[in-house]
């Protein structure tokens, strides 16, 4: 389990000047040590183009999950805490946190050419029609939201670089936050943060659970995806994969499920 220390640092120049607040946020992860200054303005827009506010149609989607209820394979709260315990630590959550991490140093640096090659690559990574379905349209409606209310240079330049290539997600928010100047660690840890609540959201749809204990699973799994975090944050280009096939299985029996509430 990660070790996470906070100290807040507040700036105010005179009695009625307006305070803002940074935050740093060190974290200890497989043996090594992290530490991020988290910029405000940052973490608001964090907190906007990941909240399930933000029209990207992720309430639409439920990854495989709805036909894991269907057949039986998640049941209550624990059932539904192991199932994305899993999901999270080894299948495409962690895979993505990798993929948006390469897309956020690739803008970050101004090399289109990683950027294109990080697309590519995402848009190839997923096991079956309906999750690349589910990760490019909201990847390309992220993008387009974002450019809309947040306008920026650097942005137009990641448009530029990726006409003709479908985003998926996970790149959309690494490229999004590095033209914006939003730090690579609190990106990734909302991101995963923003998977696990839509997660959530779709079991008290799917009525494997009620509203509380839906926050207690969200509670519970913030070890992992602190963890997960961190670990996409070090990771090198080989350490890209995915091992739920239990989860493809999933996704495959749901595009010929007879009734259902989801797209995925």
């Known amino acids: ?51 399930p506010s933000f029209p990207v149609g992720a309430f639409a989607y439920s990854t495989g999950l709805e036909w894991a209820v269907e057949d039986g394979l998640v049941v209550g709260r624990e059932g539904l805490a192991t199932w994305l315990r899993t999901v999270v630590e080894t299948g495409p959550p962690r895979q993505d946190a990798v993929l948006a991490a390469r897309a956020w140093r690739a803008v970050a640096g101004a090399d289109d050419a990683a950027l294109v090659e990080t697309a590519e690559l995402a848009a190839v990574l997923k096991g079956t029609a309906e999750l690349a379905q589910e990760t490019v349209v909201q990847g390309a409606a992220y993008l387009r939201t974002v450019a809309a209310a947040w306008p920026d240079d650097r942005l137009d330049r990641v448009a530029t670089a990726l006409a003709g290539v479908e985003p998926a997600l996970p790149v959309a928010v690494g490229a999004a936050s590095a033209a914006h100047g939003v730090a690579l660690a609190p990106t990734l840890r909302l991101f995963l943060h923003a998977v696990v609540a839509n997660q959530v959201s779709a079991a008290i749809r799917l009525s494997v659970i009620g509203q509380t204990d839906g926050q207690r699973v969200t509670a519970a799994l913030e070890p992992v995806i602190l963890a997960v975090a961190a670990a996409a944050e070090a990771a090198g280009p080989d350490d890209l994969g995915a091992a739920t096939p239990m989860l493809d299985w999933c996704s495959m029996r749901h595009e010929t499920q007879h009734t259902r509430l989801f797209r995925s």
């Open 1 to 51: 389990m990660p070790i996470i220390t906070t100290m807040g640092m507040s700036m105010a120049a005179m009695a009625g000047a307006s305070t803002t607040t940074a935050a740093t946020t060190t974290i200890m992860a497989r043996g090594r040590m992290t530490t991020t200054t988290i910029d405000p303005a940052g973490l608001l827009k964090l907190a906007a183009w990941l909240s």
